[in-house]
């Protein structure tokens, strides 16, 4: 391809890269779906760059920020702190959206290791398409190890609607999922770099169709397969009526240094 082997990025770069984070970020919403096709503008980015980490990390930090603070979109919901002593409406403000950017500036870091990690890998061809995948599910196994783990929007929570294809959990577990996930946006982002800088090739001898169409039918197999083990469930006993009703206990008593706590 051809590449850019400047380190800064350009305006459209970083556009690319905080639209990139901001619809696979609205995925965990009830749009599951954007999360099979968000990562393309990021890696579109990254594979027309030479991979080195300056410019890799720059294009993560951005893409990495704006999913997480679209991830964070409910941190609002905590204002107005004004129950804690000597905090009013102003301070309450800066407090959650200055913690927004703060926790998300903290759980990012996750992805700008991806990037940087990337970098030093520097895929071609087809690899271009394996080693995002693999990174993801590593840093997502990581996430979930020790006493201080943090693993906050894996890709998989996003598929909460796709019953079919959650089927496939008991087998894989959830992180292997949001590694598919990643291994198809991958694949999408360098077919359609492909037709972009070979466009005198028809689409189905670009380099990258084969794997997209093996991906496209793996991804069927799997959704055949956990409709089946859907439609096998067997329910048993009596059915019967229930509801959850939702704690209202407000912010004092949950956080008051009390003998009943």
């Not at 926790?103 to 087809?126: H, N, R």
């Amino acid at each position: 391809f051809m590449v850019t082997h400047t380190q800064k990025l350009s305006g459209q770069e970083i556009t690319l890269c905080l639209l990139a984070g901001l619809l696979t970020s609205l995925a965990f919403s009830d749009m599951g779906w954007l999360a099979w096709f968000g990562f393309i503008p990021y890696f579109l980015v990254l594979y027309r760059r030479e991979p080195l980490w300056k410019p890799y990390f720059k294009a993560s930090f951005f893409f990495g920020m704006a999913f997480y603070v679209g991830i964070m979109h409910w941190l609002p919901e905590l204002h107005p702190l004004t129950w804690i002593p000597g905090i009013n409406h102003v301070t309450s403000l800066l407090i959650v959206y200055g913690g927004i950017l703060f926790v998300s500036l903290i759980v990012s870091t996750w992805i700008w290791l991806f990037g940087i990690l990337l970098a030093f890998l520097k895929p071609q061809g087809l690899y271009c398409i394996f080693y995002p995948a693999l990174l993801w599910v590593i840093i997502e196994w990581i996430q979930g190890l020790g006493d201080a783990s943090l693993p906050w929007a894996r890709l998989a929570v996003s598929q909460y609607q796709d019953l079919a294809l959650l089927q496939i959990v008991h087998l894989t577990g959830s992180i292997l999922i949001g590694g598919l996930m990643v291994l198809w946006n991958s694949a999408l982002a360098l077919f359609i770099l492909e037709i972009i800088e070979t466009p005198q090739f028809p689409f189905w001898k670009q380099k990258a169709f084969k794997t997209v169409a093996v991906l496209l039918v793996l991804l069927g197999t799997l959704h055949i397969y956990g409709a089946i083990r859907l439609n096998q469930a067997s329910l048993q006993g009596k059915p019967f009526m229930a509801a959850i009703a939702q704690g209202n206990i407000s912010q004092a008593e949950k956080w008051a240094n009390t003998p009943e706590e």
